[in-house]
Nanobody, 128 residues
Framework: QVQLVESGGGLVQAGGSLRLSCAAS????????MGWFRQAPGKERVFVAV????????YYADSVTGRFTIFRDDAKNTVYRRMSNLKPEDTAVYYC?????????????????????WGQGTQVTVSS
């Protein structure tokens, strides 16, 4: 069992930056790939970024490539996501999720049903 708790959300002006954190419980954190998804009001939850359980390989949605960075600290059981040059369309509830599968193909990591555990979400609001 893995429990995930996100933090770091808030209100920021367009062009600004935020860093989200996702702290995980459990001793097997390093064996999970960690992903971030977001859900805007009235829309489906969509993939944002993922970092692999081993080696730190990352994959990003096209909409955030170059602006968002995901990284992890296994010693702290925490995954982070730095967001820069934020836009109003980035406004959403952001969720972190843990993926046990060793596979890292896009079809796996970019699909929310692939993930085994989810956090409760943290709100990010970008004002224009």
């Amino acid at each position: 069992q893995v429990q995930l708790v996100e933090s770091g959300g808030g209100l920021v002006q367009a062009g600004g930056s935020l860093r989200l954190s996702c702290a995980a419980s459990g001793r097997t954190f390093s064996s999970y790939s960690m992903g971030w998804f977001r859900q805007a009001p009235g829309k489906e939850r969509v993939f944002v970024a993922v970092i692999r359980w081993s080696g730190g390989s990352t994959y990003y949605a096209d909409s955030v490539t170059g602006r968002f960075t995901i990284f992890r600290d296994d010693a702290k059981n925490t995954v982070y996501r730095r967001m820069s040059n934020l836009k109003p369309e980035d406004t959403a509830v952001y969720y972190c999720a843990a993926l046990k599968s060793s596979g890292f193909a896009e079809a796996i990591v970019a699909t929310s049903p692939s993930y085994d555990y989810w956090g409760q979400g943290t709100q990010v609001t970008v004002s224009s």
